[in-house]
């Protein structure tokens, strides 16, 4: 999945919005809950990729990390319950969404 595919899909999560709230920042795209204004991704550029961080279970984490190369340690939030999932990689679509929406789960 694409980045630009992956942002259209997450406008179709009830109770979500996107927003960029950094100064001098175009391109990194916060994913918040539109009550609570609590983040449950975060889209950005790393080194030329583009990737996503999301909040998972630890456990099921470890798995995702072991199963994929496109899922690692996340690059910006916490290491154990924050993963990064790079975009355009061997991550099925249909996996990237399932995540996206436990990552909205459990931030609410």
């Known amino acids: 999945m694409t ?3 992956y942002l259209e899909w997450c406008k179709s999560i009830a109770g979500a919005s996107q927003d960029k709230p950094f ?3 175009f391109d990194t795209v916060v994913l ?3 009550d609570n204004r ?3 991704g975060i889209v950005m550029c790393v080194k030329g990729r583009w990737l996503v961080d999301l ?3 630890p456990m099921e984490g470890d798995v995702y990390k072991s199963a994929y190369e496109g899922v690692t ?3 910006h939030m916490n ?3 924050w993963i990064t999932v790079y975009f355009e990689s061997d991550v099925p679509d249909e996996l990237l969404c399932g995540m996206t929406l ?3 789960g459990l931030t609410k």
């Open 3 to 5: 980045k630009d595919n």
């Open 23 to 25: 100064k001098n920042d």
């Open 32 to 34: 918040r809950h539109t």
């Open 38 to 40: 609590k983040w449950f």
């Open 55 to 57: 909040k998972t279970d």
């Open 73 to 75: 340690p996340a690059y």
């Open 79 to 81: 290491k154990r319950h």
């Open 102 to 104: 436990a990552s909205f």
